[in-house]
């Protein structure tokens, strides 16, 4: 069973910085490909930022520049630096795995339980 178990969220003031981790078990982690996402009340769920299984990255227009997400294969594990916070980044943060469970299944989507960000002075 793949799990994706996200941390790191709460409340900060406008300008402030949060960093999330996921965690993830029950996937080949080095090959999977993994994502943020958010979704704020009443809108659509969106990406937010993504890191291949190469290390290559891309981040909404929104958040470049302020978010940076990275990954620890060893620790399967993937992170999202949250710098230069503004209200309009409050949303419901979730971490996404794009892989295999194991080298016999097709590649899947799974998806973690989601963290609340709260950007608000």
């Known amino acids: 069973q793949v799990q994706l178990v996200e941390s790191g969220g709460g409340l900060v003031q406008p300008g402030g910085s949060l960093r999330l981790s996921c965690v993830a078990s029950?996937?080949?982690?080095?090959?999977?490909?993994m994502g943020w996402y958010r979704q704020a009340p009443g809108k659509q769920r969106e990406l937010v930022a993504a890191?291949?299984?190469?290390?290559?990255?891309n981040y909404a227009d929104s958040v470049k520049g302020r978010f940076t997400i990275s990954r620890d294969n060893p620790k399967k594990t993937v992170f999202l630096q949250m710098n230069s916070l503004k209200p309009e980044d409050t949303a419901v943060y979730y971490c996404?795995?794009?892989?295999?469970?194991?080298?016999?299944?097709?590649?899947?989507?799974?998806w973690g339980q989601g963290t609340q960000v709260t950007v608000s002075s």
């Open positions: 996404n795995a794009h892989g295999r469970k194991n080298w016999s299944t097709r590649v899947g989507d799974y």
């Open positions: 029950g996937i080949i982690f080095r090959i999977a490909d």
């Open positions: 890191i291949t299984s190469g290390g290559s990255t």
